[in-house]
């Protein structure tokens, strides 16, 4: 009787062991994949930011750009972390990213007519921008 019981005992065991290493054959995988996937997610977020902003740069520049001259108005944009530089040049925006050893320029283009300006960028944040027609052309101010 004593070793049908030891049987049982160690077959339990052999079984708990398998689930074990069941459980970890498919969870190390999935653990690793999102792991070492994470910063490059993150980058790709931050992109789709960029173009949004961008995006708010020719939108602002298009309102004021058709309502005449002399029109002005403020808006905030929230620019992602990791945009360096923003440029504003004839009709197009541009900004500048820069995120663990990869750069990227998001650029996007209107019907506005930008006056030559760049913005450096110590980090991302809500900055404050004043868009105003000056003879058709939109000048871009920070505050």
Known sequence: MKTEH???KGQVAIEFL???AFF???SVPVFLYFYTSAPQKEYYA???QAEVAADEFIK???LVGTQGN???ISRVIVLPKNVDRVNLNGSHASLHISSGGLESDIVRTGSVTFKEASFPINDGGSYMFTFTNVDGNVNVTKK
């Open 6 to 8: 030891t049987t049982k």
């Open 18 to 20: 398998a689930v074990v």
């Open 24 to 26: 970890l054959l498919i």
């Open 46 to 48: 931050i992109l789709s």
């Open 60 to 62: 602002y520049g298009e």
């Open 70 to 72: 002399g029109t002005s």
